[in-house]
């Protein structure tokens, strides 16, 4: 009897860890999908003033780069 109340606890303990865990990296994808669409919008913008050789380069830093890459493309917009 007591046995098995252990097993119920430990059960519902790990599903509970198992359910907070899923919410955090569904909050963590969420999360990155918002910023991809942000930085998308800022690339979007910056890119009307920028000439093809300027493309060229900031493609070349978003490759080698990114988190530069993303700095300059929201000043530029």
Same mark, same amino acid.
């Given at each position: ?16 860890? &198992?359910?907070?865990?899923?919410? #955090?990296? @569904?909050?963590?994808?969420? *999360?990155?999908? /918002?910023?991809?669409?942000? =930085? &998308?919008?800022?690339?979007?913008? #910056?890119? @009307?003033?920028?000439?093809? *050789?300027?493309? /060229?380069?900031?493609?070349? =830093? ?16």
């Amino acid at each position: 009897m007591i046995e098995e109340l252990k097993k119920k606890k430990l059960t519902e303990i790990r599903e509970k860890l &198992a359910e907070e865990q899923q919410g #955090a990296i @569904q909050k963590q994808l969420e *999360e990155q999908i /918002e910023s991809q669409q942000q =930085i &998308a919008m800022l690339e979007g913008i #910056a890119k @009307q003033f920028l000439t093809k *050789e300027a493309l /060229e380069r900031y493609g070349r =830093i978003k490759i080698a780069h990114p988190a530069v890459a993303i700095k300059t493309i929201s000043l530029i917009a």
